[in-house]
């Protein structure tokens, strides 16, 4: 599998046909020239500790994005909540 970049696909195709004519075979003859050509990048693939990790890092960022306005409405509600389970778990 190989990536080729859109912008690089426009840009070849106005400096070897002179023509902005959008077409599907026009946009396909180029890709496979900027292929044949070795002219793309090869997606990078995480690894499974790396994947599960981004997995991780997006859900920390949107438990913490929806837990922050809770957290300055309603602290005083939360703070007793919160030092009865930490003195739970310091047990």
């Not at 957290?71 to 030092?83: H, V």
């Amino acid at each position: 599998m190989v990536v080729v970049n859109p912008h690089h696909v426009n840009k070849t195709k106005e400096m070897e046909e002179n023509s902005q004519i959008k077409s599907d075979y026009n946009d396909a003859k180029v890709i496979a020239d900027l292929i044949r050509n070795r002219r793309y990048s090869e997606p990078k693939l995480p690894t499974k500790e790396y994947a599960e990790l981004r997995i991780l890092t997006n859900l920390r960022e949107k438990v913490a994005a929806n837990f922050s306005p809770v957290k300055g409405q309603n602290w005083q509600l939360i703070r007793p909540l919160l030092s009865g389970v930490l003195y739970r778990i310091s047990l």
